[in-house]
């Protein structure tokens, strides 16, 4: 026992040293990106490390009037805000069901839910775009929500699933002797017990929502329907043309980034707790 305590100590003092030079190599790029979105093109091309003396702040302004990124960021949180709790609430009751019926067919349909999390997204855009196309969904945040919805639901409801299952039977068994029928027991009962899950899916969610590119690529093109990925990547294509405005375009990114820098910075500890949890269970 002596000696593997002995020799655990330098390998978490090597993997701890390790993860520590990751988080400051990510925080150094952080401080660059807020940095040079406050520099010139010019400034950026003679010397790529600077502090920008003085700052430029009229790089946001041109990034939300000649870039688009005041509509698109809009866009963003309205799709994946909606996305996010539309998939929860969906997500939520199947995944009770599944955790409290054992049987064959539900054993079966968890693990359909767990394979869907590895069906790669590139091969759904082609039908996904078909078929909203023969509605005359494409290019309307509608749309756009109904796709985020049925991507999310895999990962959603195998998450949720491992919640409901943690949570003691006795509780609903009491509910019932109360006169509670299955639908009052899981919305004042099982629903508030599973908050912690519940928040953390929504977060997750919202986090893959505001990140996703390739589907509103593909699927919105329309100043007035994109969102900030897609504002961003058009704003790149127009300025390699007409000449790269790099200030602007790491305004962009910091436009992008700062949702979810201040996200993790307020909740990271919360969804990393629920993953966690919901793991275990």
């Not at 990034?63 to 799709?79: I, Q």
């Not at 869907?116 to 855009?125: E, F, H, K, N, S």
Request: net charge positive; glycine share 8%; charged share 10%.
């Amino acid at each position: 026992m002596q000696t593997q305590r002995g020799s655990a100590g330098p390998v978490r003092l090597i993997a701890t040293a390790l993860v520590w030079c990751v988080v400051v190599a990510d925080l150094l790029l952080i401080l660059w990106i807020a940095m040079t979105s406050l520099r010139g093109s010019s400034d950026i091309l003679k010397q790529a490390f600077a502090v920008p003396a003085p700052p430029r702040f009229d790089n946001y302004a041109r990034a939300f009037e000649d870039g688009g990124f005041g509509p698109a960021a809009l866009n963003s949180v309205v799709v994946a805000v909606v996305s996010s709790l539309l998939a929860v609430a969906i997500a939520a009751p199947c995944a009770y069901a599944l955790a409290r019926r054992r049987s064959r067919v539900s054993s079966a349909l968890t693990v359909s839910f767990a394979m869907g999390l590895g069906v790669p997204g590139q091969v759904l855009v082609v039908p996904l775009f078909v078929g909203l196309a023969q509605t005359n969904l494409t290019d309307t945040r509608f749309g756009l929500v109904l796709v985020y919805i049925g991507l999310a639901m895999p990962f959603t409801v195998f998450m949720l699933t491992g919640f409901f299952s943690g949570i003691p039977t006795v509780l609903e068994e009491a509910a019932a002797l109360d006169g509670a029928g299955p639908f009052r027991t899981f919305v004042q009962i099982v629903l508030p017990v599973a908050r912690g899950g519940l928040i953390t899916a929504f977060l997750l969610q919202f986090i893959s929502s505001w990140n996703e590119t390739l589907f509103a690529l593909v699927l919105t093109h329309s100043q007035d329907q994109i969102t900030l990925p897609v504002a961003l990547s058009q704003f790149v294509a127009a300025a390699q043309l007409n000449g790269m405005d790099y200030g602007t375009m790491f305004a962009g990114v910091c436009i992008i980034l700062a949702p979810m820098i201040a996200l993790f910075s307020w909740l990271g500890t919360r969804i990393i707790q629920g993953m966690t949890v919901g793991i275990g269970k």
